[in-house]
Every structure is written in structure tokens, then in C-alpha cells.
Nanobody
Framework: QVQLVESGGGLVQAGGSLRLSCAAS????????MGWFRQAPGKEREFVAAIHWSGTRTAIADSTEGRFTISRDNAKNTVYLQMNSLKPKDTAVYYC?????????????????WGQGTQVTVST
């Protein structure tokens, strides 16, 4: 089993930055792809970013418009989501997810492990 705990969310003004962290426990993250998803009120959970276990390959959703970066530190069993130039439309609960997978899946059903989520609110 893998347990995931997100942190770093909060309230920020438009144009600001936040860095989300996801700490994993239970197993090392080697051979696990890590993903970030988000869910706004009344909307489906959507893919944001994913990173291969090696850290050498990433996938970022077009909706982030090049403003987000995903990274990982396997020694710390932690994955990060750096979010810059935040906009009100980025307001959502952000979830970290993990899957034992060699690809960069963008669908929620591929990921068996999920964190509880962290709220990100971007004000105008």
C-alpha cells in the first residue's frame, strides 16, 4: 500500500505562486508514476501533470498553459507541483496519485492510490 499526503495549498491572489508537495509512505516511489489531478466544484476530476518514476519524463495538461511544473525527489519520497502565474480558474482541490506504471497516464482510473487533496483558491 502507498499512502499519500498533500500539502502546500492555500489562498493566493491571481498572479501568485504555490508549490504543492505530496509525501508518500508505505513504499518507495521507485517504479511508480506520480500524478497530480484537480477537481473544481461541480466538475469532474481532471489531469494536471504526471512524472515518470525516473523523473526524466513528464506530461503536463494543456490547460496549465506552461505555468505548472512537476518534479520529484525519490530520496525523499516526495513529488512537487510548482504553480506559477495562478489564475482564478486554477481554483480546485488538488490531488496526488500514484500508480505502478511505466507510462504517463492521464486518466484517474489508472491510479489506485490517492491522497486526500489540498485546497487551492486563487482570488481576483
Amino acid at each position: 500500500q502507498v499512502q499519500l499526503v498533500e500539502s502546500g495549498g492555500g489562498l493566493v491572489q491571481a498572479g501568485g505562486s504555490l508549490r504543492l508537495s505530496c509525501a508518500a509512505s508505505g513504499r518507495t516511489l521507485s517504479n511508480y508514476v506520480m500524478g497530480w489531478f484537480r477537481q473544481a466544484p461541480g466538475k469532474e476530476r481532471e489531469f494536471v501533470a504526471a512524472i515518470h518514476w525516473s523523473g526524466t519524463r513528464t506530461a503536463i495538461a494543456d490547460s496549465t498553459e506552461g505555468r505548472f511544473t512537476i518534479s520529484r525527489d525519490n530520496a525523499k519520497n516526495t513529488v512537487y507541483l510548482q504553480m506559477n502565474s495562478l489564475k482564478p480558474k486554477d481554483t480546485a482541490v488538488y490531488y496526488c496519485a500514484a500508480a505502478r506504471n511505466q507510462n504517463l497516464p492521464t486518466t484517474t482510473t489508472v491510479y489506485p492510490y490517492w491522497g486526500q487533496g489540498t485546497q487551492v483558491t486563487v482570488s481576483t
